[in-house]
C-alpha cells in the first residue's frame, strides 16, 4: 500500500479522487492501492524552552540564553491534532512507501519531514511536486515523482530558517523584556520583524524631523507650451521676482528640439509580493487578504502555486500557453488577437535560469465559476489581464524634449505620446491611476507642436510657488517592496529581481510579519499609510545592535538561507553563527544601562470610531462579565487566540477562535461558554471525521466536540 499525506484535507480529497481512492475511513482515504491521509498544516513545531528543563518556564535573565543541546520537535497541543497524528503513525507503520503530497514549497516541505521524522518513518518517501491543484497537474506529477533526496537541502534551509527564528524571538524576546518591559509589556523581537520595524521607525522619524520650506520656480508659456527654468529652485520671493522682470524683458529662443521614439517593455508576471502589492495600490488589500484571496483561488484550481519569488515561466510551460487562454473565455476579446499568431517565446517570459522551485502565478486552464467572492474576481482579474498582457507587444512611444533659453536662463520641457499602445490595450478600459504629482503629469501630457532651432517670439512668464514635502510613509505595497529589497529604493525590475536574494522575509512570510506587527501595537494604520507607535519607535531606539534591526544584515542572512538550499551553505554554519550572535548579544543587554519601555495606548479618535460600529456589537456581553463555565469563580479573558479562565494556571478552561478549521465570531463563542452549544454552523474543514457542518457542544469534560 502506498501512502500519500497532503498538507490539509481539501487538497487530499483532490488528489485521492485522481487516484480512485474514494472509500472515507476515520483520518484518510483508502482505494486503489492507495490511503491518502493529510495534516492540518503544522502538526508538529520546535520544542519550547521548558521541554528542555523546568527552570525555563519562568523568565530569568540570567538563565540567558537558552541554547538546546540539540533541537527537539513535540507534537502541537491540540486533541484533533493528536488524533490525526495517531492516523498518520499508524498509516506510516502499515505502508509499503510514503508519497510527500505536501505544499510544494520550503514550509510544506519542512511540515511534513518533521510529521514523518516524529512517526519514525522508515520507508522509501518520493515526493509529489506540483504547481497546480488540477486533475491534469496532479496527474502529471504522479507520473513524475521525485525521489525525497532531491529536497533534502530544502528542508535543511526550513529546518535552519525555524531554529534561528527560535534562537533569535525566544532570547531576544525574554532578554529584551525582562530588561526594559518593567514587567508589564511582552517586548517581542524577531528576525525579520525587528528589521522590518526599524524601516518603519527609521521612515516616521525622517516625517517627524522634517521641515518645510517654501521654494519658487521660473516658468513660462511659448505657443501654449509650459516651459519650466532648469535651474536651482529659488529660496526666496525676492529672487523669483526679480527673474521674472529679467524674463519679461528678453525674447523666448528655441535651442534644441528633438523627438526619440521608444518602447514601454510589458510588466512582468506576478510573484506573491508583486501580486499583494497591486492588490493594496488598486483595492487597499492587506497583504494578508491577498494571500487568503490568491490561496483560495488555489485550492479551487483557477490559479498556479501561490507563495513564489520569481516572475518567469519555465520553457516547458510554453505549449500549453495556447490551450490556457482558449479556456479563459470572459476575457475572449482580448485573447483573440493573440490567437492569430503563434504565441510569442519571449525570453522576458520564459527563462529556466530564472525559475526557482515554481514559475510565476497564472491562470490555470479551469476558468473560474460565478462561485468566487467579489474579492477572489478582482484577485484573479489582477492575474489574468497580467498574463495575458506578456504575450502582447512592447508599447510604442513618442518622447519630445525641447530645450530653450530666455537671455542667459535656460528653459525645457517634455512630452510623451502614446504611439501603439501594444500591451497597453489590456488596460484601456480601467481607470487611470491617479499621480502623486499631478502638475509633473499634466505638463509631461501636454501636445508639443513642431518647434524649429533658432526661432524666437513672446512669451508669458509667470511664478510657480512651491513647498518641499517631507517623505511618504510606508504603505503595505511599499513596505512590502522595501521588505523584498532590504530596504533599498528599487523601481528597476530587472534590479529587483537580482536583489531578491537578500530580501528581509519570504514572501510567504511578509504578510504574517506585517500583521504581528500589527498585534504587538508596534504599529498601527491611518487611511493606507504604516505608523510606527510610540512604543515601537522605544523598542527600536532601545535597540542598539544593529545586527537585530539592520535590513542589510537580515538580508544578508536570507541569502545564505537560499544558499542552504541550493547546497553552497551549511545549514549547521548557519545555527553556530546565530548562536554566537544570540550570546554576545545577551552579554550586552543583560550588563547595560535599563530603562523601561511604556506601552503604547490607542489613542481617543480610534475609541470614538469604535463607537461608530452596529447596535449589535455593542450589545454583546464582554468577557470580563463572562463566569468561567467550569471553575464558575472568575471571570473569562480573551487573548491572541483563544478565550479562557482568568485563573487558566488552576482551572485550565481554554476555547481556541479557530475550531477544526472554522474561525468563530465572538457571538458564536459567547453562545458556547453562555448557552453550552452554537447554532448550526458550516465551514469546518479539520474535523477527524471530515464533518464540514454541525453544532458545537462544550462536553462534561469540558473540551469542544461537533456533532
Same mark, same amino acid.
Given at each position: ?235 526666496? !520671493?525676492? @529672487?523669483? +521676482? /526679480?527673474?521674472?522682470?529679467? #524674463?519679461?524683458?528678453?525674447? %523666448?529662443?528655441? &535651442? ?115 462561485? !468566487?467572492? @467579489?474579492? +477572489? /474576481?478582482?484577485?484573479?482579474? #489582477?492575474?489574468?489581464?497580467? %498574463?495575458?498582457? &506578456? ?125 504581528? #506587527? ?190
Amino acid at each position: 500500500m502506498k501512502l500519500c499525506i497532503a498538507e490539509k484535507p481539501s487538497v487530499a480529497r483532490d488528489i485521492a479522487k485522481v487516484l480512485g481512492a474514494t472509500m472515507p475511513k476515520q483520518g484518510y482515504m483508502e482505494g486503489n492501492g492507495y490511503c491518502v491521509t493529510w495534516t492540518f498544516g503544522h502538526l508538529c513545531t520546535l520544542k519550547e524552552p521548558h521541554d528542555y528543563g523546568p527552570q525555563y518556564k519562568s523568565w530569568n535573565l540570567f538563565l540567558l540564553p537558552i541554547i538546546p543541546a540539540s533541537f527537539g520537535i513535540k507534537l502541537i497541543p491540540n486533541k484533533g491534532v493528536e488524533n490525526q497524528f495517531k492516523v498518520i503513525e499508524r498509516l506510516v507503520e502499515e505502508c509499503d512507501e510514503v508519497i510527500n503530497c505536501g505544499d510544494a514549497g520550503q514550509e510544506g516541505e519542512l511540515i511534513q519531514r518533521w510529521v514523518l521524522q516524529k512517526a519514525k518513518c522508515t520507508k522509501p518517501v518520493q515526493r509529489l511536486w506540483i504547481s497546480s491543484l488540477t486533475e491534469e497537474a496532479i496527474k502529471e506529477g504522479f507520473a513524475n515523482l521525485k525521489p525525497a533526496e532531491d529536497y533534502k537541502n530544502l528542508y535543511l534551509a526550513g529546518n535552519a530558517r525555524a531554529i534561528g527564528d527560535w534562537l533569535l524571538g525566544i532570547n531576544a524576546t525574554r532578554l529584551f523584556t525582562k530588561k526594559f518591559g518593567g514587567n508589564k509589556a511582552v517586548l517581542s523581537i524577531g528576525r525579520v520583524q525587528t528589521p522590518t520595524l526599524a524601516m518603519l521607525v527609521q521612515r516616521q522619524k525622517e516625517i517627524d524631523a522634517f521641515n518645510t520650506e517654501e521654494y519658487w520656480e521660473l516658468k513660462t508659456k511659448y505657443r501654449d507650451v509650459i516651459f519650466n527654468a532648469a535651474i536651482d529652485r529659488l529660496k526666496t !520671493l525676492d @529672487r523669483a +521676482e /526679480k527673474g521674472l522682470e529679467y #524674463l519679461k524683458l528678453n525674447p %523666448f529662443e528655441i &535651442v534644441s528640439f528633438e523627438i526619440k521614439e521608444g518602447k514601454e517593455k510589458n510588466l512582468r508576471l506576478f510573484d506573491l509580493t508583486g501580486l499583494q502589492v497591486e492588490a493594496n495600490k488598486k483595492y487597499g488589500y492587506s497583504a494578508e487578504n491577498t494571500l487568503n484571496y490568491i490561496q483560495s483561488l488555489y485550492e479551487k484550481k483557477h490559479v498556479t502555486y501561490p507563495r513564489v519569488d520569481t516572475t518567469y515561466l519555465s520553457e516547458s510551460l510554453y505549449p500549453k500557453i495556447e490551450g490556457i487562454l482558449r479556456k479563459m473565455h470572459f476575457y475572449q476579446d482580448l485573447i483573440s488577437p493573440l490567437l492569430e499568431a503563434p504565441i510569442p517565446r519571449s525570453k522576458a517570459v520564459f527563462d529556466d535560469t530564472k525559475v526557482t522551485d515554481h514559475h510565476a502565478i497564472i491562470p490555470t486552464e479551469v476558468p473560474p465559476s460565478q462561485n !468566487l467572492s @467579489r474579492e +477572489e /474576481k478582482l484577485i484573479y482579474d #489582477l492575474i489574468a489581464k497580467r %498574463f495575458i498582457s &506578456v504575450f502582447y507587444p512592447e508599447c510604442k512611444i513618442s518622447n519630445t524634449l525641447v530645450e530653450g533659453k530666455v537671455g542667459t536662463i535656460p528653459f525645457k520641457t517634455s512630452g510623451r505620446q502614446v504611439l501603439e499602445p501594444g500591451w497597453r490595450a489590456v488596460y484601456a478600459k480601467e481607470p487611470k491611476e491617479e499621480s502623486a504629482d499631478k502638475e509633473k503629469e499634466k505638463e509631461e501630457e501636454q501636445s508639443i507642436p513642431e518647434f524649429t532651432v533658432g526661432e524666437t517670439g513672446p512669451h508669458d512668464p509667470m511664478i510657480h510657488q512651491g513647498k518641499t514635502t517631507p517623505p511618504k510613509p510606508y504603505t503595505e505595497a511599499t513596505l512590502l517592496r522595501a521588505m523584498e529589497t532590504a530596504g533599498k529604493q528599487v523601481d528597476d525590475e530587472e534590479l529587483r529581481e537580482l536583489l531578491k536574494n537578500n530580501g528581509i522575509g519570504r514572501p510567504s512570510t511578509r504578510a504574517n510579519i506585517i500583521e504581528t #506587527l500589527f498585534k504587538r501595537k508596534y504599529i498601527e494604520k491611518k487611511r493606507k499609510n504604516l505608523i510606527a507607535t510610540p512604543t515601537g519607535m522605544q523598542l527600536i531606539d532601545t535597540i542598539e545592535d544593529e545586527l537585530l534591526k539592520s535590513p542589510e544584515l537580515t538580508g544578508e542572512w536570507e541569502s545564505k538561507l537560499r544558499k542552504i538550499e541550493s547546497g553552497e551553505y551549511e545549514a549547521n554554519r548557519f545555527k553556530e553563527e546565530l548562536i554566537q550572535m544570540v550570546t554576545e548579544l545577551t552579554e550586552k543587554v543583560v550588563y547595560g544601562k535599563g530603562k523601561v519601555i511604556t506601552l503604547y495606548e490607542e489613542k481617543e479618535e480610534v475609541k470614538e470610531k469604535k463607537k461608530r460600529e452596529p447596535a449589535v456589537k455593542k450589545e454583546l456581553q464582554s468577557w470580563e462579565e463572562t463566569q468561567c463555565p467550569k471553575c464558575k469563580e472568575h471571570h473569562l479573558i480573551k487573548g491572541k487566540a483563544a478565550v479562557g479562565c482568568s485563573d487558566f494556571k488552576n482551572c485550565g478552561f481554554k476555547i481556541t477562535f479557530d475550531i477544526f478549521g472554522k474561525k468563530l465570531s465572538d457571538k458564536q463563542l459567547l453562545d458556547l461558554v453562555l448557552k453550552g452549544k452554537t447554532s448550526k454552523l458550516k465551514g469546518f474543514s479539520t474535523h477527524s471525521e471530515s464533518l464540514t457542518e454541525g453544532i458545537l457542544t462544550i462536553g462534561e469534560d469540558f473540551q469542544v466536540q461537533l456533532a
